[in-house]
């Protein structure tokens, strides 16, 4: 294990990365980066698992031998460098294929997650203006509704099921290709994926990744991951998403390391069946992922103890309860990864550096980027003071963010970029996070925040889920509400409402505790898994508004 503070002045991960940094060379393609690069005889790069049992490898070879034919039909169809292709598709071979080939000829990847629907697909292909869109017969229904769609390409279901009349056919148009397609070498800033972030108001916005953050992005998944060539690795996030596109597919294979695919539900059952059929000792997901095998219990441990060596958790903070249980029944810590769509991950528990980790702690700052929390005034504050992190994009060499396409923003302040999260600088330099600068809760002059007392409630045993937002209160401004989902075993009463009060105002304070909870069958999410605390605090918004009216 590597020294923290020496891994932070150390970048130099590849060649060809480093040479287009340090000038406008052109001298990169992210298809030959993460396939061309490794495909060496028999090198697999993709373990496929389907959810009726079925199953299949990729090497590096095939994808390179397909992705060359399917960008030379897109040549044909003329996409050229710079144009969008966007892929509606689940988590298979075809995905890596369309990403390779789109990326070969200069072009730019648009990952769609296949749990949108018409309206959500409508507004990210009209906003980006893509040349072609790629889905498979499942998702295809969706794209008659869509206004304006693209040229499609059908990945058919069994006898051609799924392509419609005018789509052109993934797997009869590869064989009418040659197998040969020069890449098209781009600079460090010319784009290769396009993201939306989703966002709690408005529309989604797009924004550019460059070239230039594959070395951010391998630089996570070697310091923070710790992903070694020995290692079995599954990240069970979508690649429609931010987190599987740069950390699940982009990180890894640019390392030359076969990536596992697990293309149907997230479940108790296929989890376990996964890490045990293909000896997983690096997984990476996300909270709610985990919470949901915590459920399983003793019989979830019983099946995998003993098999994980890292484990690994993003898209939200990580509830101190889960990383005890995993601890505990299971042998494994769980590392707390904080990012954006925007950044990548920059706060980690970095499982491959050495420094200290403190439970409930976001960790610290990922090589190449200094992290600030700043006041109001956008000055930075020292340890103990809550405030905004911030990344100093001066003092950010991996830093890569510039901005939303075709859309001002007010996260740039000065040389800092704005996260909107508040945190609190630890005094061994780590940070906690608190929440969303929107979540934040005001009663009686303090503020608390709702992660803390998520996590409170969660360790009850009755506890399953919990989101807490503050409700309008003319006494103290606000009072913690909390929503709280329950097991099965344990009834919604007045009687476990009070235990609960009592049990988080034992955990943390007076002021932090609950006064009020509702118990619900479920809470609202994104399709990525994060909660949406602010569909909770505007209904209580709207009551207290409806109450005085």
Not at 130 to 152: E, F, S
Not at 371 to 393: C, F, T
Not at 472 to 478: F, Q, V
Request: hydrophobic share 40%; glycine share 8%; aromatic share 10%.
């Amino acid at each position: 294990m590597r020294e923290y503070l020496a891994a932070t002045t150390e970048f130099d991960y590849q060649h060809t990365v480093n040479a287009a940094l340090a000038g406008n060379l052109q001298a990169l393609n992210a298809c030959v980066e993460c396939c061309d690069r490794h495909a060496l005889p028999g090198r697999i790069a993709l373990f496929w698992e389907g959810k009726d049992g079925r199953s299949a490898t990729s090497t590096f070879t095939d994808l390179q031998d397909q992705a060359a034919r399917f960008a030379n039909f897109l040549l044909a169809q003329g996409v050229k460098r710079g144009d969008k292709v966007a892929g509606l598709l689940p988590r298979t071979a075809e995905l890596l294929v369309v990403v390779f080939a789109t990326w070969r000829i200069g072009a730019v990847y648009q990952p769609l997650f296949t749990a949108f629907g018409p309206k959500a697909i409508e507004h990210r292909l009209n906003s980006s203006g893509a040349a072609l869109v790629v889905t498979d017969a499942v998702n295809r229904p969706k794209l008659a509704q869509v206004q304006g769609c693209p040229t499609i390409v059908t990945v058919a279901g069994a006898k051609g099921e799924g392509i419609v009349h005018g789509d052109y056919s993934f797997w009869a148009e590869l064989p009418n290709y040659p197998n040969v397609c020069e890449p098209v070498l781009l600079g460090a800033d010319d784009p290769f994926l396009l993201m939306f972030t989703s966002g709690t108001t408005g529309p989604s916005k797009a924004l550019s990744v460059p070239l230039k953050a594959i070395v951010a992005f391998q630089s996570y998944t070697r310091d923070a991951v710790d992903l070694r060539p020995e290692d079995a690795f599954w990240n069970v996030a979508d690649p429609g998403w931010a987190y599987g596109i740069y950390f699940g597919v982009t990180g890894p294979l640019s390392m030359g390391h076969p990536i596992t695919f697990y293309d149907g539900p997230f479940t108790l059952e296929s989890t376990c069946r996964v890490i045990n059929k293909y000896a997983i000792t690096n997984l990476a997901g996300s909270p709610t992922a985990y919470r949901l095998l915590i459920a399983g219990g003793e019989q979830f441990a019983r099946s995998i103890k003993g098999k994980l060596r890292i484990v690994s958790s993003a898209g939200e903070p990580l509830n101190p309860e889960v990383i005890r249980w995993f601890a505990d029944n299971l042998g494994v810590t769980i590392h707390d990864h904080y990012g954006q769509t925007e950044l990548g991950m920059v706060l980690c528990n970095h499982h491959g550096l050495l420094h200290p980790v403190h439970v409930g702690a976001a960790g610290f700052a990922s090589p190449g980027h200094r992290i600030v929390v700043l006041d109001d005034d956008h000055q930075e504050l020292s340890a103990g003071q809550p405030g905004i992190l911030a990344i100093d994009r001066e003092q950010s060499p991996m830093c890569w963010f510039a901005g939303y396409d075709g859309v001002k923003t007010k996260a740039f302040v000065g040389k800092y970029y704005l996260s909107g999260d508040t945190v609190e600088r630890n005094p061994d330099g780590s940070i906690s996070f608190v929440g969303r600068s929107d979540d934040v809760i005001t009663t009686s002059g303090y503020r608390v925040g709702p992660f803390d007392v998520e996590s409170a409630l969660v360790e009850h045993p009755a506890v399953v889920e919990a989101a807490v937002v503050g409700k309008p209160d003319p006494e103290r401004t606000e009072l913690v509400k909390a929503f709280v989902v329950i097991s099965e075993q344990y009834r919604a009463t007045p009687e476990l409402a009070e235990e609960l009060r009592l049990h988080v105002r034992k955990r943390l304070a007076a002021h932090a505790y609950p006064r009020e909870i509702e118990f619900v069958s479920d809470l609202p999410k994104t399709p990525s898994g994060k909660l949406q605390r602010f569909i909770l605090r505007n209904q209580e918004i709207a009551k207290a508004q409806a109450a005085l009216a």
